[in-house]
C-alpha cells in the first residue's frame, strides 16, 4: 500500500494509476528512487 503524492489517496501497490485524481503512480516511485543517487553523484 501506498498513498498518492497528489491526492492523498490510499493505492495498491499493483496500481499504475490513482483511482482517485488519475496521476500515474509507477513513475512517481522510479523517480524517488533515482532522485538520491543523483544528488551523490554531482
Request: glycine residues 10%; hydrophobic residues 25%; proline residues 2%.
Amino acid at each position: 500500500m501506498g498513498n498518492c503524492r497528489e491526492c492523498g489517496e490510499i493505492y495498491d501497490e499493483r496500481a499504475n494509476f490513482c483511482s482517485n485524481c488519475g496521476v500515474k503512480l509507477k513513475g512517481q516511485e522510479v523517480k524517488t528512487r533515482v532522485l538520491p543517487s543523483e544528488e551523490l553523484i554531482s
